[in-house]
Every structure is written in structure tokens, then in C-alpha cells.
């Protein structure tokens, strides 16, 4: 099976611009700093409730829990939230969400009420990158690009495998891509 594409930064910015267009363009700009700045799965991101992401005071956690139902794998995720990641999050609470309970869904569907499918969000995905002219980009780009972009810095392959949620490291390893500029920078090195 052929992987997802992984996204360059400025790629990355391509996407951010073509859901910024959209009309729930909050929503949708979130939903990409979620999937490539924590590697969330589609189902994961459509799971997500309002207290996932904010504590009793109203502000954005720099970490959370996802629960056994939320995961692929049925089991309690612990998933950490950049700096960067809560303001974007924080900005989306202020605008969409402050008045709302705690178990809304953070991602709610405009159609039938409740909140967006797993199928769903790979769609507005893939429809995201395709607007942004991004061939080959999934609901899994964001994920491996995380995965690859923890790489390039260097960090353990035990440590990217815990963030993303592999019970095995072999299953990172394969998310990680390879192209020629890092294969240059590499033998810098030497």
C-alpha cells in the first residue's frame, strides 16, 4: 500500500491558506495544526471533545488523554500539545466554542448535528490538500509528516514512537520518509 504523502513546511502553509478559505475556517485550520502538530488519526481528531483540550478554567492543556473509544487501538493515549499547537487551539475555543459544554464535540458537524465521522474528517482532509494542489496527501499526511518532522530534529525513535502511539518502533520507522536534502545534510556530518 502506498503512504501518505509527507508535507514540506511550505506545503504544510499551502494546506493552512486552502482551509483558512473554507466557511468553518477555524474548524478546519485547527484540524491541521492538530493532525500535524500532535500526529492525531482522523478518527482521533473527529473523537475529540471540548474537555479533551481544555482545562476547568477555559485555557488550552499542553497535554491530554484520549480515551480507549477516541484511539485505533482501544486504549488510553496520552497525547502532548505544543505551545504553539494550544494557541491555535485557544484561539479556537475563544471564537467557536466558549459557551459550550465540556462534552460538545470540539469538531461539530454542521449537517446532522453531533459531531463530524472519522470519514468525514479524512474527507475535508484529503479535500483540503486537494484545494491546495497537494497530489498524493491523505488524513495520514499530517501524522507522518509529525512522525518524519520529530525525526529530522534528531529525537529518539523511542521517544516518536510513544507521541505517536506505536505499541513497536518498526511501525514508526515506516513513517519516517527519506529524500535527498536529508540524505545531504547527513553526510555534512562526516
Do not use: M, N, Y
Given at each position: 500500500m502506498k503512504q501518505a504523502r509527507t508535507l514540506t513546511d511550505k506545503e504544510f502553509k499551502r494546506a493552512l491558506a486552502a482551509a483558512a478559505a473554507?466557511?468553518?475556517s477555524a474548524r478546519d485550520?485547527?484540524?491541521?495544526?492538530?493532525?500535524?502538530?500532535c500526529g492525531l488519526r482522523a478518527c482521533e481528531l473527529a473523537a475529540l471533545n471540548v474537555s479533551d483540550v481544555r482545562d476547568t478554567s477555559g485555557k488550552a492543556v499542553a497535554e491530554f488523554v484520549l480515551k480507549p473509544k477516541q484511539t485505533k487501538g482501544s486504549q488510553h493515549a496520552r497525547v502532548f500539545v505544543s505551545t504553539a499547537v494550544q494557541r491555535h487551539i485557544q484561539l479556537y475555543l475563544d471564537k467557536s466554542t466558549k459557551?459550550?459544554?465540556c462534552d460538545y464535540p470540539l469538531f461539530p458537524s454542521q449537517r446532522r448535528?453531533?459531531?463530524?465521522?472519522a470519514n468525514t474528517m479524512t474527507q475535508l482532509l484529503c479535500r483540503t490538500f486537494a484545494e491546495a494542489g497537494l497530489t498524493a496527501a491523505t488524513s495520514h499526511s499530517g501524522r507522518r509528516t509529525f512522525i518524519t518532522n520529530l525525526a529530522n530534529r534528531a529525537i529518539s525513535i523511542k521517544v516518536i514512537?510513544?507521541?505517536?502511539?506505536?505499541?513497536?518502533v518498526s511501525v514508526t520507522s515506516r513513517y519516517i520518509s527519506v529524500n535527498d536534502e536529508q540524505l545531504r545534510a547527513a553526510v555534512e556530518f562526516l
Open positions: 473554507h466557511k468553518l485550520v485547527l484540524i491541521l495544526h492538530l493532525s500535524f502538530g459557551h459550550r459544554t448535528g453531533g459531531r463530524l465521522s514512537s510513544t507521541l505517536a502511539r506505536h505499541s513497536d
